[in-house]
């Protein structure tokens, strides 16, 4: 099976603020690389998949890269609802696999 | 609008089964490859099983050999039959569309869920 860790597992940043989060596959996954919101009681939301195409209808300060074996998820200019857990997920073979997670909050 | 709504969950006793299933508006279940993703209480996002064209199916290990995944063209519903129920299988349970191979299988399209306990 191929794992996906993402890193941090938290992360605290302020209205504005650029942040990144990383994902790592235990090995190569070409671009099949898909990133995912998730609020409270909600279900995920695609931002990005193909390691970097954002899905339509999602804001442009969402952005993904990279490919094979690394991969970022990057927004810029937080605002108030991005605060929220993403995952990054790959289906470049079954079973498909899950990042453990990364909860953004507000400072 | 196109939209999943899935039905079925509840309490049931370890060793029981359920039904799930994942009603879809505004596309084909049975032109598209579909999944299941389950979430237990707290924790991360955790695939279940998918069904490609052509009826072919993949399951997590973890519910191999106990759930069957399966649609009905006629209804425009998935399914998901789980038997021998275990406590480790509470969760919300999502049905999701899968993109096609050109946009490298994302799920585009997800239901609000529905919450399986398995508890006596």
């Known amino acids: 099976d191929i794992q996906m860790t993402q890193s941090p597992s938290s992360l605290s940043a302020s209205v504005g603020d650029r942040v990144t989060i990383t994902c790592r596959a235990s090995?190569?996954?070409?671009?099949?690389l898909s990133w995912y919101q998730q609020k409270p009681g909600k279900a995920p939301k695609l931002l990005i998949y193909a390691a970097s195409t954002l899905q339509s209808g999602v804001p442009l300060r969402f952005s993904g890269s990279g490919s094979g074996t690394d991969f970022t998820l990057t927004i810029t200019t937080l605002q108030p609802e991005d605060f929220a857990t993403y995952y990054c997920q790959q289906s470049y073979s079954t079973p498909i696999t899950f990042g453990q997670g990364t909860r953004l909050e507000i400072k | 609008e196109v939209q999943l709504e899935e039905s079925g969950g509840g309490l049931i006793q370890p060793g029981g089964s359920l039904r799930l299933s994942c009603a879809a508006s505004?596309?084909?279940?049975?032109?598209?490859?579909m999944s299941w993703v389950r979430q237990g209480p707290g924790r991360g996002l955790e695939w279940v099983s998918l069904i490609q064209g052509g009826d072919r199916t993949y399951y997590a290990d973890s519910v191999k050999g106990r759930f069957t995944i399966s649609r009905d063209k006629s209804k425009n519903t998935l399914y998901l039959q789980m038997n021998s129920l275990r406590v480790e299988d509470t969760a919300m349970y999502y049905c999701a569309r899968v993109l096609p191979v050109d946009s490298y299988f994302g799920m585009d399209v997800w239901g609000p869920g529905t919450t399986v306990t398995v508890s006596s």
């Open positions: 505004g596309f084909s279940v049975n032109s598209n490859y």
């Open positions: 090995q190569s996954i070409s671009s099949y």
